[in-house]
Every structure is written in structure tokens, then in C-alpha cells.
């Protein structure tokens, strides 16, 4: 194989991965939008139907929070994967290191909100007993957020 050829696979490769990336990135973000637009109209109804206001508002954080997720999600794939292919410049493990701790993030905010508005609304149902299913979404989240900081310090390249 000759260089030429060798950069032509290089080209077609990045061509077709910068395709793929703008694809997944429009469906994100298109996914994002109607999931905001379904909020905006949960909040709506609810106001007009005169339904409990709280209720409302707390559906209305989860909804928004997976919003806010699947919005995250498509850049992270618009950043990392739009670009032309760069060899050697990155390895896998700095490229994670880069993109990981901002989704990570991003879902541990939205699971320990989740788990924050399930301990609400059983306290405010008086279901005290149900309360095991936030408090496993809130453990599951602190050993998440746990993960990321040790995967941020063991691939850590200034030790």
C-alpha cells in the first residue's frame, strides 16, 4: 500500500464518520426539542386543567432533566466526532478523559435530582416504605460520580 492509498481510506473514513456524527447529531437535537415542546405542553395542561401545581412542576424537572441529557449527549457526539480524524494526536483514553466527565455529570445531576423529587413526593404521599427506590437511585449516583473521579485520577497523565 502506498501513501496515497493509505490517506485515501483516512479521508473516506473521516468523511463517513463526519457524516454519521452530523446524523446523530441532528436527532439528538431534534429529540431535545420535542422533549422540551412536550414539557412546555405537561406545563400547559396541567395549568389548565388546574391540576396540583407541585405535581406539575416536579414532572416538569424530570422532563426538562432528560432534556437537558439527550441535548448534552448530541454535543459530545458533535464535538468528538465531527471533526476530521486525527492521528495519533489523541489515544481513546484522553478523548474519554475529555467528553466523560461532562455527560457523567450531567447524569448524576439528573439521578439525584430524580431521587431528590421521588423522596418528595412519597413524603407528600405518605409512602414511606417506597422510599428504598430513591435512596438506591441516590447511592447508584454517588458510586457513579465516584467511578468518574477515579477513572479522571488513575488515567490521570501528570502522575
Do not use: H, W
Not at 435512596?135 to 458510586?143: L, M, P, R
Request: hydrophobic residues 55%; charged residues 15%; aromatic residues 8%.
Amino acid at each position: 500500500m502506498s501513501f496515497k492509498t493509505i490517506k485515501m481510506n483516512n479521508s473516506g473514513a473521516s468523511l463517513i464518520r463526519n457524516i454519521f456524527a452530523k446524523i446523530l447529531t441532528l436527532i439528538f437535537f431534534g429529540l431535545a426539542v420535542v422533549i422540551v415542546f412536550s414539557l412546555l405542553s405537561n406545563i400547559a395542561e396541567g395549568v389548565l386543567n388546574q391540576k396540583n401545581l407541585t405535581e406539575v412542576l416536579l414532572s416538569s424537572i424530570n422532563t426538562g432533566i432528560i432534556a437537558l441529557a439527550v441535548f448534552e449527549l448530541a454535543l459530545i457526539i458533535n464535538k468528538e466526532y465531527s471533526g476530521p480524524i486525527e492521528d495519533g494526536v489523541k489515544d481513546a483514553v484522553s478523548s474519554l478523559r475529555q467528553t466523560l466527565p461532562r455527560f457523567i455529570g450531567t447524569v448524576c445531576v439528573a439521578l439525584s435530582l430524580e431521587g431528590l423529587i421521588m423522596v418528595i413526593k412519597y413524603s407528600q404521599l405518605d409512602l414511606a416504605g417506597n422510599l428504598y427506590y430513591p435512596v438506591a437511585i441516590i447511592i447508584s449516583t454517588a458510586f457513579l460520580l465516584s467511578a468518574l473521579g477515579l477513572f479522571v485520577y488513575l488515567t490521570d497523565i501528570k502522575k
